[in-house]
């Protein structure tokens, strides 16, 4: 089982930048694909983007791609989302997401075995 937090939200201007944290407990780690999903008022939970358990694998939506990036450490039982060229329509709750030995890319939340508590993103205009 592994327990999952993140931080790094908050409330940034068009254009600016976010770095979002997800820590993880447990000793396994290494062994969960991780992703990040978002969720904004009114919407369902949507893909953000998911990396394997090396980090030599990463897949995005194409609403974020070429704008984040994903990535862990996994000495420091931590991954994170690196948020440049941020819109208004990046405005929602962010949650990371853990993948028990998970083979394949995962997009969907119903995939996913563990869940932060999510942190807020809000970027005005």
């Known amino acids: 089982q592994v327990q999952l937090v993140e931080s790094g939200g908050g409330l940034v201007q068009a254009g600016g930048s976010l770095r979002l944290s997800c820590a993880a407990s447990?000793?396994?780690?290494?062994?969960?694909?991780m992703a990040w999903f978002r969720q904004a008022p009114g919407k369902e939970r949507e893909f953000v983007a998911t990396?394997?358990?090396?980090?030599?694998?990463?897949y995005y939506a194409d609403s974020v791609k070429g704008r984040f990036t994903i990535s862990r450490d996994n000495a420091k039982n931590t991954m994170y989302l690196q948020m440049n060229s941020l819109k208004p329509e990046d405005t929602a709750v962010y949650y990371c997401?853990?993948?028990?030995?998970?083979?394949?890319?995962?997009?969907?939340?119903?995939?996913?075995?563990?869940w932060g508590q999510g942190t807020q993103v809000t970027v005005s205009s």
């Open positions: 447990g000793r396994t780690f290494s062994k969960y694909v």
């Open positions: 990396i394997s358990w090396s980090g030599g694998s990463t």
């Open positions: 997401a853990a993948l028990f030995a998970g083979t394949r890319v995962a997009t969907t939340p119903d995939e996913y075995d563990y």
